[in-house]
């Protein structure tokens, strides 16, 4: 059974950078046709894509947050991390990974359980 | 822009059925997928695609489409059922978006 857990930092100051690692386990990153992908969820909001990585290490991101984001896998470590730069307490939010099927359809599953993480001084 | 327009709030008698939907242009090309999310959980897909239940969600989840607007039907809802419920679907670029999400609550 594919399971993804996320691990990082649940406090970051504002203007710093916000890391974070997905491990993947039960299976393969490196399998066929999925993307990895990072969604956040501000408390009490909805939810927001932030971006997805295929096992090559082709990435696309929401273009409202791109200048700020960078995906990467590791297919070794069988992980694939997120940073976002110069964060501020609008990035305040519960970040998910989760396998993403955006080939020849747009779904994802499984989700992690996800992470808080505050910006604070 | 794109958008994907959701109900805040939806109440349905315990065992009845209920219709939740989702509006947007992008839903005139893409399929919407459907989340189940309750109080401090994560997201479970529910539904995908034309009309997919991914294993161990049960019969009563369906979805459908016509022209702008995608459904999730749950016939016979159940106490468990109450959650918040979000689509998905993908932008005028292809990117992936989410509905603002609506809360079902199960009488």
């Known amino acids: 059974q594919l399971q993804l857990q996320e691990s990082g930092p649940g406090l970051v100051k504002p203007s710093e950078t916000l890391s974070l690692t997905c491990t993947v386990s039960?299976?393969?990153?490196?399998?066929?046709?999925?993307?990895w992908g990072w969604i956040r969820q501000p408390p009490g909001k909805g939810l927001e894509w932030i971006g997805s990585i295929y096992y090559s290490g082709s990435t696309y991101y929401n273009p409202s947050l791109k200048s700020r984001v960078t995906i990467s896998v590791d297919t070794s470590k069988n992980q694939f991390s997120l940073k976002l730069s110069s964060v501020t307490a609008a990035d305040t939010a519960v970040y998910y990974c989760?396998?993403?099927?955006?080939?020849?359809?747009?779904?994802?599953?499984?989700w992690g359980q996800g992470t808080l993480v505050t910006v604070s001084s | 822009s794109s958008e994907l327009t959701q109900d805040p709030a939806v109440s349905v008698a315990l065992g009845q059925t209920v219709r939740i939907t989702c509006q947007g242009d992008s839903l005139r090309s893409y399929y919407a997928s459907w989340y189940q999310q309750k109080p401090g959980q994560a997201p479970v897909l529910v539904i995908y695609?034309?009309?997919n239940r991914p294993s161990g969600i049960p019969d009563r989840f369906s979805g459908s489409s016509s022209g702008n607007t995608a459904s999730l039907t749950i016939t016979g809802a159940q106490a468990e059922d109450e959650a918040d419920y979000y689509c998905?679907?993908?932008?005028?670029?292809?990117?992936?978006?989410f509905g603002g999400g609506t809360k079902l609550t199960v009488l």
């Open positions: 989760a396998r993403h099927e955006k080939v020849r359809d747009n779904w994802f599953d499984p």
């Open positions: 998905n679907s993908r932008d005028s670029s292809g990117n992936p978006l």
């Open positions: 695609g034309k009309n």
């Open positions: 039960g299976g393969s990153i490196s399998s066929s046709s999925y993307y």
